[in-house]
Structures are given as C-alpha cells and as structure tokens.
C-alpha cells in the first residue's frame, strides 16, 4: 500500500482507421496530452470514496469488496464502481481509498474522455495498493478497463481508445492490429506540418451511443451473413453481395484497413501530403458508406478545409464530436483548432 499516488490516463487522437476495432481491423491512434487525472489517497475502512469535482453532485461511497449496480450507478459513478469491480473480478488486489477525479478532456468530445478516465482510475486504485503495472500487463488492463465501458457504462465499444491511452508513446503513433492485438510504433514526423483539432460544437449523446451501438450491431450481422469472424476478413466481393446498408458499412471497414497502412507507409516515405488525401478519404467514408457524420461535423470538416488543411476527417466514434485536421507548414490554425501531438501513455505522476 502506498499513502498517495497521482494517475494521469490521456485522451487519444485516432489518425485514421476508425470503426474498424470492432471489426477485426486496423487502426493507428496516439495519446495526446490532455487527459484525466486521479489522485488515490489511501483510507481507513472498506469503502472507495470518490470525489469529481467536475461532475453534477460529484460524489460517490461504496463498499470496496462490492460495488453497487443501482439507480445511482449512471454517469461517472458507473465508471468508478465499475472500474473498481472489473479490477477485483480480474484478480487484482486493491485497498479502500479517495478518489479525487479532474481533467482537461470535455466528455463526449470525440478525444475519448471515457477511457482516459477508466484508465487514470485503474492506475490509481492499482498505484494506491501498491502495485505499479508492468509494460507487458498493460493490453490486459485495457481489456479491463474496457469491461467497464462495455459492461457498465453500457457502451459497445472496441479496444481503440484503452489501449491507444495505455501504451501511447511520445512522438509516435500506434498502428494496432485488432485481429491479434498487435502493436508497432510508427513515428510521426510531421516537421513543420501540424495536426490539430477542432471541435464540431456538437457533443456525443445517447444518439450517438444507439448509433455507434447499431453500427457495431450491423457489421456483426454481415460478418454472421458472409460467415467470417470479423467483416475484416471478407472480400470486396462478398462485401458487394450484401443489402444496403451492410454492404456499404464492410466497405467501408475494408478501404479503411487498406488506409491505416496507406498512411503508414505515406508516413515512412514522409508524404505528408498523401497522409492529408487519406484523411479526406475516410471522412468521406465514414459519412457516405458508415452514415456516421453529421451536419455539425461536416461545416467543421468544410472550416478547416476552406482554412487551407491538407486533409480533415471526424475521430472517433462520430455522430459529433472533434474533427482532425493536417495542415501544411504555410497554414495557420484557424480560430478554436488546437495543435495535437502524439505524448506518452498513462502513467503516475507520483
Ligand atoms: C469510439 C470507440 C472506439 C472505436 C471508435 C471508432 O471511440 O470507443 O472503440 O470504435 O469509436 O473508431
């Protein structure tokens, strides 16, 4: 057990490849230097007390040994107890303790505020008890910690932002492969090029969960159609076979892939005009064949298009959220796009 210990879980920035975790595909995200941070002060008792002072009556109580699903277990309440729970389900010791809960994400930005904060909780409560979280056990927390988003938070999201949030690297991308959780760094030399993000004004809401929830639902359908474990590894072929929309939606998934190592390979050759292509690319992707933009997110992509960017496109899950933009040496950022740039994964700060 240790007295105090301060935890840092980043938001992520996905470059490209994006509804393609639950697929079976790829992706290649960076943490970012915005996050949550969690200070874990250990206490007398059996509880976790938990205090997030950014959030509506931000307060919470709970028996370690059993965190409560009830009524009150909405909002950030269903991460902490969830967050708790999944941890001591997977075998993990943990001591009653204070939470204090902060942060520089806005939630529902499309920036992943969620698994910045499931992941700052996790390496607090862990800290706290004493347990410092090894390189190689950070896929395993991440798939924990996804248990929450999944199971408690309610959800159905993949393995992209826990995983981008925990092994994120300074100076690099991830390009991770979700059929076996394969993870190369790829660095992410933009010289004088920028990248930057731009809210669409839009936050995520329950419409955007019943979309991202139906999109996942749907791409499950087509892969139990065609027979495949995941749309990824179908054909273009069988892809075409398919109804409206399914067919669009594996299409989608498949260019997209093929994307991710378009763009790695851009990146090797220093093409960053080419990375901007691929980011318009699968913009227009994911609004035309995913149906998941919206009329907000498309006048921010526009914006920062007509303000000189090589390439703009929505992150994350979509229906709102932040658009990504790359611009070339020449272009300043316009008013309320912010510069991002790849930092490390999560980690205590002491
Ligand atoms: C959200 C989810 C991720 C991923 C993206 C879309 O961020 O949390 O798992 O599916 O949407 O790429």
Redesign the pocket.
């Known amino acids: 057990m240790t007295a105090s210990v301060t935890a840092f879980g980043p938001g992520r920035v996905?470059l490209i490849?994006?509804?393609?975790?639950?697929n079976g595909g790829l992706?290649l995200p960076f943490a970012i230097a915005e996050g949550v941070t969690v200070v874990a002060t250990a206490i007398d008792g059996d509880d976790v007390r938990a205090i997030a002072s950014d959030f509506d009556g931000g307060r919470d109580a709970f028996p370690l040994a059993d965190p409560p699903r009830d009524d009150d277990t909405t909002g950030w309440r269903a991460f902490v107890r969830g967050m708790v729970a999944e941890l001591g389900a997977d075998g993990r010791a943990l001591t009653p303790a204070l939470l204090e809960i902060s942060g520089t994400l806005a939630r529902g930005s499309?920036l992943?505020s969620?698994?910045a904060l499931e992941v700052a909780l996790a390496l607090a409560l862990l800290g706290v008890a004493g347990v410092d979280v090894a390189d190689d056990d950070r896929l395993a927390l991440a798939r924990v910690c996804s248990r929450v988003?999944n199971d408690w938070v309610g959800?159905q999201?993949?393995?992209?932002?826990q995983t981008a949030s925990l092994l994120g690297r300074s100076g690099r991308a991830l390009r991770i492969d979700f059929r076996d959780m394969d993870v190369t760094e790829i660095p992410l030399d933009l010289g004088a090029w920028t990248l930057v993000t731009a809210d669409s004004g839009q936050a995520h809401s329950l419409d955007a969960a019943e979309g991202?929830n139906e999109r996942r639902a749907e791409c499950e359908d087509a892969a139990r159609r065609l027979g495949v474990a995941t749309v990824s590894e179908a054909t273009p072929d069988q892809a075409a076979s398919l109804p409206d929309p399914l067919s669009r939606r594996v299409r989608h998934v498949l260019e997209e892939n093929a994307r991710v190592d378009a763009t790695v390979a851009a990146l090797r050759a220093g093409d960053l005009a080419d990375v901007g292509r691929l980011l318009d690319a699968s913009h227009a992707s994911l609004r035309d064949l995913y149906d998941a933009s919206t009329d907000a997110v498309e006048r921010t992509v526009s914006a920062l298009r007509d303000a000189g960017a090589a390439g703009a496109r929505m992150v994350?899950?979509g229906f709102g959220g932040h658009v990504l933009a790359l611009l070339p040496p020449d272009v300043t950022p316009p008013p309320g796009a912010r510069a991002v740039t790849p930092g490390p994964g999560a980690h205590l700060l002491r």
């Not at 490849?17 to 639950?22: A, L, N, Q, V």
């Open positions: 996905n490849g994006e509804h393609t975790d639950y992706a499309g992943s969620s698994a988003e959800a999201t993949g393995l992209l932002d991202y994350g899950g």
